[in-house]
């Protein structure tokens, strides 16, 4: 592949390609042998604080849907369905929104026929007649951004020159009408590199007209965005291969072998999908998680910790309307 190609649109086919993407091909590579690991395979605090959320969202909206969104190997489905209780699970109804063919087959293995699979949130909505109760787990990071860099010019959007069998080379594109994303209203010192989760808004417009009663949680890494940026003038965009990390040009290297990832703005989440929500609240993992933790296991007490995922991680709760 040659020539010209906007940064989101590289990162797209790198994670997400049906072929050759790293979301397609490379299931193996989440776990302590792959190239990362998430909260769900240290700890169950996490899934039994979920439960205990769905089950008050369940309740006091009276939905009978619960919805995972981009459910990963089935871990945590499972784990949030068992730490229900026993007198919600019998009345209520688990979906899992699943792109990707490999790992649908991975949570098959693992739910059984505890779950119905909907390759899309607005056929999961269907399903439901838009009550729902949703709730996803490092879901936003998967999606592609848009990178900026602020110059004595403006903003100017990066993208690559791809002429194999030479390294990608960063080029950047002439200043143009900016996407909708609250870092732009931020004071940022010339230099300064940012990114969009654009394509994450896009979807989100496709599917919340359609959620009309419930709650949404959506936890992930990342923050605000008048703290998101600080002390990164690089801006957040890293990857994962092995549980090493890589930055800056290596991570145009090996495209669908590594895992390529962003902070989240957390301000933008609110402002896109303000329109369809009522409601907002957004707190620290280690808040959300302390009723739940075990006081002897070290893992579990390591979620608390303000410097680690404890603080790194958000948690966005937002009701419908």
């Avoid at 940022?188 to 949680?217: D, F, K, N």
């Amino acid at each position: 592949m040659a020539g010209e190609l906007r940064f989101d649109q590289f990162m797209h086919r790198a994670l997400h390609d049906p072929e050759r993407g790293y979301y397609s091909r490379r299931i193996p590579a989440i776990g302590r042998r792959g190239d990362f690991t998430t909260a769900p395979m240290l700890s169950t605090a996490l899934a039994r604080a979920i439960a205990a959320w769905a089950t008050r969202a369940l309740r006091e909206s009276g939905c009978r849907d619960l919805i995972e969104i981009g459910p990963g190997q089935g871990t945590l489905a499972a784990a949030v369905w068992h730490h229900l209780p026993w007198s919600l699970r019998w009345r209520t109804r688990l979906h899992l929104v699943e792109t990707s063919a490999p790992l649908t087959l991975r949570q098959q293995q693992t739910l059984g026929r505890r779950a119905r699979w909907h390759p899309h949130p607005l056929a999961a909505l269907s399903a439901c007649n838009g009550r729902a109760v949703i709730f996803s787990n490092e879901l936003v990071d998967a999606f592609a951004v848009r990178r900026f860099q602020l110059t004595d010019t403006g903003w100017r959007e990066l993208a690559l020159a791809l002429a194999p069998p030479q390294p990608p080379r960063e080029i950047l594109l002439p200043p143009a009408p900016l996407p909708p994303s609250s870092s732009f209203r931020h004071p940022h010192p010339p230099g300064q590199w940012i990114e969009v989760h654009e394509a994450y808004r896009q979807w989100l417009g496709e599917w919340l007209p359609a959620w009309h009663t419930g709650r949404m949680l959506t936890i992930d890494y990342g923050s605000a965005a008048p703290t998101l940026y600080h002390r990164r003038p690089h801006g957040t965009l890293r990857g994962y291969l092995l549980h090493q990390r890589v930055e800056g040009p290596d991570c145009y290297q090996n495209p669908g072998r590594q895992d390529l990832t962003s902070d989240v703005n957390f301000t933008d989440l609110t402002d896109w999908s303000a329109p369809w929500t009522s409601s907002a609240t957004l707190a620290p993992l280690h808040q959300f998680l302390r009723p739940f933790i075990d006081a002897t296991s070290p893992t579990d007490q390591a979620l608390l910790d303000d410097a680690g995922a404890g603080g790194a991680f958000q948690v966005l709760d937002q009701a419908a309307g």
